[in-house]
C-alpha cells in the first residue's frame, strides 16, 4: 500500500512504471539520442569550459554515481559490505573513469581509461588502436583484459568488476538503486538473457578475431578489410551505442537498471563463464527462509533468489554481479555472499529445485 | 490415486509438490478459498509497506502448479464426508478423493473483549489477505492506532504502522517485550529499539474493553489499568489458532481439541485423511503441541505428503529455531530459551557499539539454548553443538565459525570472549 502524500505518490510512481517513469525514459532515451547523434551539447559544454560533449557526458555521468551513492551509502549505512563496495564504485568512476582520463588528456596524453577491459572496453583491443599507444598501455590492456580479469574472476566471481569497479554497475547501484526491483524475475526472461547475452559474446569475440586477421593481413586484402570495418561499424552502433547506452540508460525506469549487464554486456558473460568455474556463491542458510521474496524482488540481475534460498540450496548464477542486496534485504538472515575453496556440483546445476526438502528435484 | 489438499499454503503445497515428484500420474487437487495461488504469509508486512505487490509474494511462477499438473480450485470447503470420501464446496460442487489432507493453517486468536463483538469497523488481523485488505481500507481514516500482542505479528503490523505515519500505542501484557522468547536485557535492547521509531510502548498493559463510537468505529480501548488509548485502528495479534472450527460442524468431523490432532505419521482420527502445518496438534514429549513457524509448516507438509504415499513417516520436531527483524534488528535464537532451565547458567554480553548481544544457556555441562541478537549466525552450528552437547566454553571458542553477517561486517568476537572469560573467572582478571 502507497504511502500518504504526493510526495509518496511521486516515488511511487516513479519507481513503479507509472506516467513519471515513462516521461522519464523518454527523456532519458532522447538524452541518449540527441548525445550521440547530435552536436547540442558540445556547444553546452563549451559553454561550460569542457572540451567536448563527451566529457560533459562523463561528468553527468560521474555526477550522478556521486551523488546517488552518497543516498546509497546513507540508506545502507548499517552494512559494512555496502558501504565499503559502495565507496569503491565512486571512487573508481570519479578518479579512474573521470580524472586520470581527463588529466592525461590535459597533458597531450592518449585518453586511457584504466577501469575498462575488453571485452566491454572494446577498442582496447583493437590492434589498429592500441598498437599505437606506449607500451605501457598496451601490457595494461593486454594483461588486464586477458590475465587480471578472469584470474579475479576466478578468486571473488564477477563482482568485483561488476559491481566494484565498472560504470555501468556504479551507475545501476548509486543513482539506479530506487529502480532495482523493476528488473524481470520470469523464467522467460532469464532465457533471454541467457540467448542474447551469450551471441553477443560470440559476436564480439568473433569482431576480435577478424580484426586482429585483418591487421595480420595488412593492405593484401581490401575486401577483408572493408568488411571488418563495417562490421566494426556495426557493432559499434548497435552494441556499443543503442544496447550499452540508449536501452540499457534509457530503460532505467522501465526496464530496472540492468539491461545491459544482464544481457547483452560481452564482459559480464565471460565474468559468468569465469564466476562458473570460480569460489564465489551464495550461501543459503537451511531451513530458515520464509519465501518472503524480497531477495527476488531487488535482484537487479533478475534471479529468482527465492527458488534457491527456499530450496535451500547454495548457488553460483553466472548472472550474478555480486552487489550483495539479496543478502541486505532478506529479513531473516538467510543469505551471504562467499568465497569458497570447494562448491558442491548442485550448485553450479541449472535445474531449478522443488521446494520440498530432502533434495526430490523436479525439473520445472 | 486421487490426492486432495485443503490448503494452499506452504504446508499444502509443500506436499502437493512433494506428491507430484513420487507419483507423476496421480491426480492431485489443491482447495483454498483465500487466494488463488500460494502466497508467503511471512511477507503481508512488505505489501502493506509498498515494498512488494501481492503478486511479488508468491513463491512460485503461475505456471509451475500448470505444468506440475496441481488443479487449483478457489472455493471454500464446506463438509467432509469420510465414509463416502468426499468434500462439499461452498459453490455447491462436491470433489472426491482417495487420500486428503487438511492444511488449513491458522487464523488471528481472538478473545472476547467486551465492545469487540459490536464493532463495525477498525478491528484488525493480521494473518490472511483479508486481514490486509482490511488494513489497508481503514488506513487513510486512521491517524492513531493501538496494536496488542507482544509477539512477531505484532511488531510487524506495528512497524507498518509507523511506516504509514501514524501514531501507534503498542500495549503488551507481560512486563517486557515477547517475554516468551527473550530475557529482559534482549527486550529492553528492543523495547529501546521500538520506541525510537516513534512507537509508544507499554508493558504491563491489558485490555478490558474495546471503546466504540456512534457509528460503531473503534474509537478507543481501555487497559485493565484503567488508562484510555484512543485510537481509530485496533490491531489484535494475540497470537494464531489453528483455522480449524469450520471442522467441528462438518459429517465427520476428525478429532479436534486446539488443533486436528495427528499421529507422528500425520494421520487423523479419520480414515485416508492426514494433516500437517499450523492446524496439526500432535504428542511432544506427553504434550500436545501445534507448531505454526513458517519451516515447521514445510517440513511437516513433505513428510506428511511422504506418509501419504505409504512412506514410513515418524515425525519429531527438531531443536526448535526461529529468528526474526524487529524493525532493524536481526534475531536468532536455537534450542530451550525463554525461562532459563533450573539449575542452568547463563552467559550474556552485549556487544559493545552496536545493538547487539549474546546469550548462551548451559546445563549440566551442556549447552542447551542460545538467543541472539543484532547480527547473523548460522543456528545450524547451534543446532549441531546442542546435540552434540558441548560445554559452553567449546560454544564461544567456536562461535566464529557460526558467524553469518555480512562481509566486513563480523561482530568481533574478542570482545565476547574477553567478557566471557571475565563472566567465568571474574577473579582472575
Known amino acids: 500500500m502507497v504511502r500518504e502524500g504526493k510526495l509518496s505518490w511521486l516515488t511511487h510512481d516513479l519507481t513503479h512504471r507509472g506516467v513519471t517513469a515513462w516521461l522519464l525514459t523518454v527523456l532519458l532515451t532522447g538524452f541518449y539520442l540527441v548525445l550521440y547523434y547530435t552536436e547540442v551539447f558540445t556547444s553546452v559544454a563549451r559553454a561550460i569550459g569542457l572540451d567536448s560533449k563527451w566529457t560533459f557526458y562523463g561528468l553527468v555521468y560521474t555526477s550522478a554515481i556521486v551523488v546517488g551513492g552518497i543516498f546509497v551509502l546513507r540508506k545502507y549505512r548499517h552494512n559494512r559490505y555496502q558501504v565499503v563496495r559502495t565507496s569503491v564504485v565512486m571512487f573508481v568512476q570519479a578518479v579512474f573513469a573521470f580524472s586520470i582520463p581527463a588529466i592525461l588528456k590535459f597533458f597531450h596524453q592518449p585518453e586511457y581509461y584504466f577501469s575498462y577491459f575488453w571485452p566491454l572496453k572494446f577498442d582496447d583491443f583493437v590492434p589498429g588502436t592500441i598498437f599505437h599507444l606506449p607500451l605501457v598501455y598496451i601490457l595494461y590492456s593486454f594483461l588486464g583484459s586477458l590475465l587480471l580479469v578472469p584470474v579475479l574472476g576466478i578468486f571473488f566471481g564477477k563482482r568485483w568488476y561488476c559491481s566494484w569497479v565498472c560504470g555501468c554497475g556504479g551507475l545501476a547501484n548509486t543513482a539506479g538503486d530506487p529502480l532495482r526491483h523493476l528488473t524481470s524475475k520470469s523464467s522467460a526472461a532469464w532465457k533471454f538473457e541467457k540467448i542474447a547475452i551469450h551471441t553477443v559474446l560470440t559476436v564480439c569475440v568473433a569482431l576480435t578475431a577478424l580484426l586482429f586477421v585483418t591487421w595480420g593481413v595488412g593492405n593484401r586484402a581490401p575486401a577483408l578489410a572493408r568488411f571488418t570495418s563495417g562490421f566494426q561499424t556495426f557493432y559499434a552502433f548497435l552494441v556499443v551505442a543503442m544496447l550499452s547506452g540508449v536501452v540499457g540508460a534509457g530503460l532505467y525506469p522501465i526496464g530496472g537498471t540492468r539491461i545491459w549487464c544482464r544481457n547483452f554486456c560481452p564482459m559480464a558473460a565471460l565474468l559468468g563463464l569465469v564466476q562458473k568455474f570460480g569460489r564465489f556463491r551464495i550461501t543459503v542458510k537451511d531451513n530458515m527462509c520464509i519465501s518472503c521474496g524480497l531477495c527476488s524482488k531487488y535482484c537487479e540481475m533478475g534471479i529468482d533468489v527465492r527458488s534457491y534460498a527456499q530450496a535451500n540450496q547454495s548457488f553460483t548464477r553466472a548472472s550474478c554481479v555480486g552487489c550483495g542486496l539479496c543478502a541486505e534485504v532478506c529479513p531473516r538472515g538467510v543469505l551471504r555472499l562467499e568465497n569458497v575453496r570447494r562448491r558442491h556440483p548442485q550448485e553450479l546445476a541449472l535445474v531449478q529445485i522443488s521446494p520440498a526438502r530432502g533434495g526430490s528435484r523436479v525439473a520445472i | ?429
Open chain 2, 1 to 429: 490415486m486421487r490426492y486432495v489438499i485443503i490448503g494452499n499454503g506452504v504446508a499444502g503445497t509443500t506436499a502437493a509438490l512433494t506428491l507430484r515428484a513420487r507419483e507423476p500420474e496421480a491426480e492431485i487437487t489443491m482447495i483454498s478459498g483465500e487466494s488463488d495461488y500460494f502466497f508467503s504469509r511471512t511477507a503481508l508486512m512488505y505489501a502493506y509497506m509498498d515494498r512488494m505487490t501481492l503478486r511479488d509474494l508468491e513463491p512460485h511462477e503461475r505456471k509451475v502448479f500448470a505444468k506440475q499438473r496441481i488443479d487449483l480450485v478457489r472455493d471454500w470447503v464446506v463438509d467432509l464426508d469420510a465414509t463416502e470420501r468426499t468434500l462439499r464446496l461452498k459453490s455447491g460442487k462436491t470433489i472426491a478423493y482417495e487420500r486428503l489432507l487438511l492444511a488449513t493453517g491458522s487464523l488471528g486468536t481472538r478473545l472476547d473483549w467486551p465492545g469487540l463483538q459490536s464493532a463495525k469497523e477498525g478491528v484488525v488481523h493480521f494473518v490472511t489477505l483479508d486481514d490486509l485488505a482490511q488494513c489497508e481500507r481503514v488506513t487513510p481514516s486512521t491517524s492513531e492506532a493501538v496494536v496488542v500482542g507482544g509477539g512477531l505479528i505484532g511488531v510487524e503490523l506495528v512497524e507498518c504502522l509507523a511506516f504509514h505515519g501514524k501514531k501507534v500505542t503498542y500495549l503488551v501484557r507481560s512486563p517486557w517485550y515477547w517475554p516468551g522468547a527473550l530475557a529482559m536485557e534482549e527486550s529492553e535492547i528492543i523495547t529501546e529499539h521500538i520506541r525510537r521509531h516513534g512507537v509508544d510502548l507499554r508493558g504491563t498493559e491489558e485490555v478490558d474493553e474495546v471503546l466504540l463510537g456512534a457509528d460503531g468505529r473503534v474509537r478507543g480501548v481501555r487497559a485493565k489499568s484503567g488508562a484510555e488509548f484512543g485510537c481509530q485502528m485496533l490491531g489484535i495479534a494475540i497470537g494464531v489458532s489453528p483455522a480449524v472450527d469450520w471442522l467441528r460442524t462438518v459429517k465427520t468431523p476428525p478429532k479436534i481439541e486446539r488443533g486436528i490432532r495427528v499421529s507422528p505419521s500425520f494421520e487423523t482420527s479419520l480414515p485416508a485423511v492426514w494433516a500437517a502445518g499450523d492446524c496439526a496438534e500432535f504428542a511432544q514429549d506427553g504434550e500436545w503441541v501445534v507448531e505454526q513457524i513458517w519451516y515447521s509448516a514445510k517440513r511437516q507438509g513433505e513428510l506428511a505428503a511422504r506418509a501419504m504415499l505409504g512412506d514410513r513417516v515418524r515425525y519429531e520436531p527438531p531443536i526448535f529455531y526461529n529468528s526474526a527483524k524487529f524493525f532493524e534488528i536481526e534475531y536468532t535464537s536455537t534450542g530451550s530459551i525463554g525461562k532459563p532451565p533450573e539449575g542452568s547458567r547463563t552467559f550474556f554480553c552485549r556487544i559493545p557499539g552496536k545493538e547487539a548481544s549474546v546469550r548462551i544457556v548451559e546445563q549440566n555441562g551442556a549447552v542447551v539454548g542460545v538467543n541472539m541478537l543484532g547480527a547473523r549466525w548460522d543456528h545450524t552450528f547451534f543446532e549441531r553443538w546442542i546435540t552434540e552437547r558441548r560445554s559452553m566454553d567449546y560454544v564461544v571458542n567456536h562461535l566464529r565459525e557460526a558467524q553469518f553477517d555480512v562481509e566486513f561486517a563480523r561482530v568481533e568476537i574478542a570482545a565476547v570472549e574477553a567478557s566471557y572469560k571475565q563472566w567465568r573467572s571474574p577473579v582472575s582478571s
